[in-house]
Every structure is written in structure tokens, then in C-alpha cells.
């Protein structure tokens, strides 16, 4: 049974900085898609950030470039997300996810059907 388990949430300060973990189990994704998504309630789940390919190619939400980076050790089989100076708006419930197969090119990934797993979630909250 695959599971995602995310941590490193909690509440900051504007400015401040957190790092998400996700932890796979259940199967190796290697070099396959791991991304970050993240919703507020009442609103659609939103992309953040994917990984994916030997090289570890990245793309991330424009909303968030500059400020967070998105990374993975395939030893651990864990993606990360290093966030840097958060905002209150980035507040949301972040979700990692993953796909059970190679996919070419990182835009499409954007998209939430893709992935085939999703973890339960965890809180990020800003104050200001």
C-alpha cells in the first residue's frame, strides 16, 4: 500500500521560512513526478511545485517562484519544499502528491489528474 506522508507544518511569521517533507512508502517513485499542491478552504486544490526526471527538472507556480524551492533526496524516496519569505496568502492545507509513471515535460504537471497519489496534508499558517 503507497503511502505520502507530509510534515514540517505549523504556523510562521510573514518572512519566515518552513520545510515540508514528504515521506513515500509503499513503492519507490525514483525519478518519476512528485509534486506540491495546496488549497484554502472553499477553493480548488492549487498547484505549487513538481519534480521530476533524472535530472530533477522543476517547475513551480508563479506565485511562488523566488521564494520556494522544491527538491528530493531518491535515496529517502522524499520530495521537499523549502519556503522562504511566506506570506499570510500562502495559508493553506499543502498536499504532496505523486505519479506512478514517467511523464515528459513539467507544465503539464500543473495538472492534478496526473498524479496517482496524494498525502493527507498539512497545515501552513502565516500570520501577519
Known amino acids: 500500500q503507497v503511502q505520502l506522508v507530509e510534515s514540517g507544518g505549523g504556523l510562521v511569521q510573514a518572512g519566515g521560512s518552513l520545510r515540508l517533507s514528504c515521506a513515500a512508502s509503499g513503492r519507490t517513485f525514483s525519478t518519476y513526478p512528485m509534486g506540491w499542491f495546496r488549497q484554502v478552504p472553499g477553493q480548488v486544490r492549487a498547484f505549487v511545485a513538481t519534480i521530476t526526471g533524472p535530472a530533477g527538472s522543476t517547475y513551480l507556480a508563479d506565485s511562488v517562484k523566488g521564494r520556494f524551492t522544491i527538491s528530493r533526496d531518491i535515496a529517502k524516496n522524499t520530495v521537499y519544499l523549502q519556503m522562504n519569505s511566506l506570506k499570510p496568502e500562502d495559508t493553506a492545507v499543502y498536499y504532496c502528491?505523486?505519479?506512478?509513471?514517467?511523464?515528459?515535460?513539467?507544465?503539464?504537471?500543473?495538472?492534478?489528474?496526473?498524479?496517482?497519489?496524494w498525502g493527507q496534508g498539512t497545515q501552513v499558517t502565516v500570520s501577519s
Open positions: 502528491a505523486a505519479r506512478s509513471t514517467y511523464y515528459s515535460g513539467t507544465y503539464n504537471l500543473r495538472v492534478r489528474s496526473l498524479y496517482d497519489y
